[in-house]
């Protein structure tokens, strides 16, 4: 019982972080309608600064803050001057430049701080807590805690401030915004920075446990679209939910079904996307999209 | 340039063009040194596994992430079975065949979801594939990969090997080839275009767009697999490695850079694949992925259509010169679509 609770715990931090990728891929397609594969890219690049900050001598949890603010300005930017020009046209074109980003950045980071392993400080302290009988790692605690209270504030924004009801209409309507008087290519832009800075934020949270190499999030990133595909486009809450699932399903499954084992693991939330899309194509919690010819 | 266009789309100027390029790839591999014949090889294999993609994603306009995961399924199967000792034709059929079943499966369920999902289950592919095949190490060798030399030109040809490698390649892939355009030109290659195009469009018209997304992605997989046939006829070694989510990337790379939606494009892709990274290599090793990356990218905002799209591109500015309206100039921003027949297409294909 008490390894199936630190099972259980442990992969609800794992899915928190996929959680706050997918998150961020859900804001991204909800503004400009595509996919960014390049998502888990600039997380890692967020880690890269977030860790040449602490080389500077910043505190860790200063280091983590500017990273998600540089992040933040990153994806602006690269929504102004590079996806702008995709968003009307064809969105497979669209899906092909944010890989050609994801290699870009990956080579980038690569080239600037080498393909080694790099170790990440850990933000919380490395002590195990005891839990009903099972031995518990603060950092798992840690790592869910932070994600929900982003999320909640997130929430917060879209629901409850000037800004989010801007970025709400934006997403459901970019012509109707733009009639209103909204500035929707900045709307955009504050869409893709704040959907990098929750990246930064991921990227920082996994760092310590994956230690940070180019690569780190790649794996991430197929978690974080199995989890937008099984929760549904439309549905940023069944997006977490899917998450979390993924993260203590594929956790019980590498203990307990000795085929998977850890190695195999990632193989788990696609085996459930397969079940899933026999039954509900749209996702769990995903409407059926309506085209209009 | 009417006349030149005239001349070219001559029956017997064709006929003759094609004769030249046939004697030329036989005759070439003779004369050619072993490195480059030993290129041209590579060059044969991955332009088969563009080709690929090209089907499922350049006609039928589902990204798939996944192509190279089918070439290492059939890299695999290859080399298993040479090293059990069947026969080389049934090796081939069947490391065809089974990246064809497992594609098949795999798009009957991922073809169900719309857009863009079936890039974000095929991204899964190479990044199972790895550990997979490392797990299944009684047919995979494992980490250690599995060797196998079946290539050898035989005593009475008195080829060199590079030479015998080469004509497999030349005659497998000319075969795949020639079949896909065939595929892509008649009744199925204008259902898959207007599959990409809009599916609601194709569902009104009786084509169902998941029969025909399904049936894609099965032919890009088989095709796959004969370049995996072929990658082993070369490089006669294959590891997980092979099917790395980094290569799968770069074949993506290779089909928008070489021209999607294009059968010349396919071989252009191939060639990308191989010699880019021998050239960034030769710039500085570090930076290899950098410029991949910031190649892909100028290509997308310079030359979406390609490669290929070049000559044309240098036709329309030709034309433009001239004070003739400009073909579609805002269009070309969302290519890679197959183009609209240009002129002398449509001429050739009603002579």
Known sequence: MGTFIQLVIDGLSAGSIYAALALAIVLVNQATGLINFAQGGMAVLAAYFAYTFLQWGVPLILAILLSVLVSFVLGAVIERFLMRRFERGDPDTAVVVTIGLLTLITGLCGWIWSFNNLQFPSLFPVQTVNILGAVVSIRSIGTTLVIVGIMLLLQLLFLGTKLGLALRAVAVNPQSASFSGLPVGRLLMVGWGLAAGLGAVAGALIAPSLTLTPGMMDSALVYALAAVILGGLSSPIGVV????????????????????????????????????????????FGRKEVVRV | MAAATDFLSKPWVRWVAIALVVIALIVLPLILPAFANQTLARIGVFAVAVLGLNVVMGYTGQVSLGQIFFV???????????????????????????????????????ARLGGLAIAMVTIALPIIGVPLAKRLSEFTGGSQGLSARFSAAPEWTGLYDDQWQLYIVIAIAGVVFLLTRNLVRGKYGRAFAIVKGNEAVASSMGISPYRYKVLAFTIASLIGGVSGFLYMVVVQYTSPETMSFGHSITLLASMVIGGAGSILGSLLGGAYYVLAPQLTNAIDSSLTAVLQGVILLVILFVLPGGLVSLPRLWRRRKSEHRGMPALDATASVTVPTPHPPTQSEEKRQDT
């Open chain 1, 241 to 284: 939910i899917a998450a979390w699932m993924i993260g203590v399903l594929e956790n019980l499954a590498a203990v307990y079904v000795p085929f998977i084992g850890y190695d195999l693991k990632i193989a788990v939330p696609f085996i459930l996307i397969f079940i899933v899309l026999i039954v509900r194509p749209q996702g769990l």
């Open chain 2, 72 to 110: 290492g399924v059939g890299a695999y199967v290859t080399a298993y079975g040479v090293q059990q000792g069947w026969n080389i034709a049934l090796v081939l059929i069947l490391a065809a065949l089974i990246p064809g079943v497992i594609g098949l499966l795999i798009s009957l369920a991922a």
